[in-house]
């Protein structure tokens, strides 16, 4: 990203840099939050939430599904992407539309043009899920930014460097908040502490996020 990109955005009132190539866009999701709740009941009703189990044999505690052409998966083979929900037997549901057009938009607003992601994932935070430590290196692109969404209760989210026992900085993120990050920061470890129970008004007491990536 050149000096007049890093500028302009460094002075626009809502948008938080964490690296060069990786920003948070405090509640850029807000106007989009009436479409994208029903179009997540529709993704659910043909993908419902599950605990997937890693290769080392651990049941994670977030719940996840997928839509798009491919979605994460895990299980004790190992972590990959598929055309077909394991569980259904079935392609995942296809991406909502104003899913595709909240990743471009906010791609497009961090300063990644032309964002077309083939794959969401969707994970469900309950009080006390967590995500731990971990690098997104399953997808074939890292040129590609990864576009996030917080919907619902706060999350303090760890935010590491290239090397697990980097040191990390904690940042909360709220309802509406979008993170977008790639190029030198693409790669950085990074986690979710465990989910802390403050209900949210319209979610309740659940925390939904998006990932949009390009895996293919
Ligand atoms: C910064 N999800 O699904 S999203 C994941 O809130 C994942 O559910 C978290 O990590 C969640 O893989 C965090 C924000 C995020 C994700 C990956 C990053 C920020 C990142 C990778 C590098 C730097
Ligand atoms: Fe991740």
Known sequence: MNIETLE???AMAGHQRLGPDAMVLRGFALPFVS??????ADVE???PFRHMVTPS????SVALTNCGALGWATDRRGYR?????????KRWPAMPDVFARLANEAATAAGFNDF???ACLVNRYLPGARLSLHQDKNERDYEAPIVSVSLGMRATFMFGGLKRTDPTIKVSLYHGDVM??????RLRFHGVMPLKEEPHPLLGSQRINFTFRKAG
């Open 8 to 10: 302009f955005f460094g």
């Open 81 to 89: 992407y598929t055309a077909i929900d394991p569980e259904s037997g």
């Open 35 to 40: 479409e994208l709740m029903p179009s997540i």
């Open 45 to 47: 009703a043909v993908s």
């Open 116 to 118: 077309d992601p083939d």
């Open 180 to 185: 977008v990050w790639g190029g030198v920061d």
């Open 57 to 60: 044999g651990f049941t994670m």
